[in-house]
């Protein structure tokens, strides 16, 4: 019997496999494994989405009125903008676009799962350079280089470890670039990071031929069912992109959605109050319990990944979790650590109780 065969590289990945939203019951859980807003969608966005009738036909293969909204806020050129289906569309094309068969693509270990994915794909062999305090080393990324690197990936801030790289260092990282590398700077949680402490991304893609910022609106604007995200770079970026992508690769409701997502900054604003404040609030009390074994990594993000270390497994502290009816992310190359979504302020105490609890004693 013959049947087709799936090319090597194909069949030397590893499928995305998403957190789970269920307990070992097959109950519910609320999702705090998936990084998304708690304070759910804008409501200009979600009257949008309610204004839409029945669907007329294919949306606008350009997203024109998106990107000219996008580039409105950012100050951007709308023709160096191009959206894709959700963001991970944007790095799967940035390396089927510059990288193939005998060409590496360098990123950090503790990253998002999609880049080993988006380089396996194209048939390009996937670089993991040994990260630092779960944060990008970029002297050892430098060092990693060789001819044959086509795509560099840097998530700022990182996914799953929340780390976030000063522009200092994001600068030091491109400049050592050969020119000729493509640099992709994937900033799907940057919104969350005050705003004076940006990396620099969009001005380095203004300013370089090598530079692609690609950003969400599944995060902050808390659109993930839509699937929409956009990139900025140079044209010569923009049109490689436009070449691959699919012809009519955003919806129409994720199109409209995201227009009148950008026009509600204060639900953004918002959110990212919300975010920090949790966020820094929870972190203190992991904090607390540091003489118990329990680590936390500082965040810029809207997730913090805690280290278990002492009599508590970061699967127990996981499935305790899922009995008080939260599901959190434990994934497998990062054993001893459980990602968590910032919730609501009343969840992340409820979790906070919890963990300290387990760890022995309250604070
Ligand atoms: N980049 C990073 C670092 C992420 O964590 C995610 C979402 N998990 C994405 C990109 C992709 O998001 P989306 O495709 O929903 O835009």
């Known amino acids: 019997m013959s049947r087709p065969t ?33 304070l759910g969608t804008s409501p200009a966005a979600l009257s949008a989405l309610a204004s839409i009738g029945k669907p007329a036909g294919y949306p606008d293969p350009d997203s024109k009125e998106l990107r000219a909204a996008i580039g409105e806020l950012h100050g951007i050129d709308p023709a160096r903008i191009v959206c894709g289906t959700g963001s991970d569309e944007l790095l799967n094309l940035a390396v089927q676009a510059f990288a193939g068969p005998g060409d590496e693509v360098l990123f950090s270990r503790n990253s998002f799962a999609v880049y080993p994915i988006a380089t396996r794909r194209c048939g390009a062999t996937p670089v993991e350079v040994d990260d630092r ?22 998530a700022n801030p990182n996914n799953p470890t929340g780390t976030y790289l000063p522009r200092e260092d994001v600068a030091k990282l491109h400049a050592g670039l050969p020119e ?19 990396d620099g991304g969009f001005a380095l893609a203004a300013a370089h031929e090598n530079v692609l910022v690609t950003r969400t609106f599944s995060k902050i604007y808390g659109l993930a069912a839509e ?6 770079g140079a044209p010569h970026l923009i049109d490689a992109l436009n070449r691959i992508r699919g012809p009519f690769n955003v919806t129409a ?9 950008l026009g509600d900054q204060d639900f953004v604003e918002a959110s990212r109050v919300h975010n ?30 805690v280290q278990f270390g002492g009599e508590v497994t970061a699967k127990a502290a996981q499935d305790a979790i899922a009995g008080a009816g939260y ?14 979504t ?22």
């Not at 305090?133 to 795509?151: C, E, G, H, W």
């Not at 599901?327 to 968590?340: G, N």
């Not at 910032?342 to 604070?363: K, P, Y």
Request: proline letters at 5%; charged letters at 25%; hydrophobic letters at 50%.
């Open 327 to 340: 599901a959190v992310r434990h994934l497998p190359e990062l054993d001893s650590c459980l990602r968590i």
């Open 180 to 198: 000729d590398v493509l640099f992709v700077l994937d900033q799907a949680y940057a919104e969350y990071v005050a705003p004076e402490d940006e």
């Open 133 to 154: 305090d779960f944060r990008a080393d970029v002297d050892a990324m430098l060092a990693a280089v060789t001819p044959n690197t086509r795509v560099v990936f840097v």
């Open 276 to 305: 920090a404040e949790v966020r820094e609030r929870f972190t203190r009390r992991m904090q607390m319990l540091g003489n118990r074994g329990v680590a936390v990594v500082p965040s810029e993000a809207n997730f913090v990944l």
């Open 227 to 232: 699937r929409v995200g956009w990139a900025t």
């Open 253 to 261: 409701s994720a199109q409209r959605a995201a227009v009148a997502a």
């Open 6 to 38: 799936m090319k090597p590289y194909v069949a030397a990945i590893h499928a995305y496999v998403p957190g789970k939203s269920a307990g070992a019951d097959g109950k519910p859980l609320v999702k705090l494994s998936a990084n998304e807003n708690p």
């Open 342 to 363: 910032v919730g609501t302020r009343a969840q992340m105490d409820e979790i906070a109780d919890l963990l300290a609890g387990l760890a022995g004693g309250s604070n």
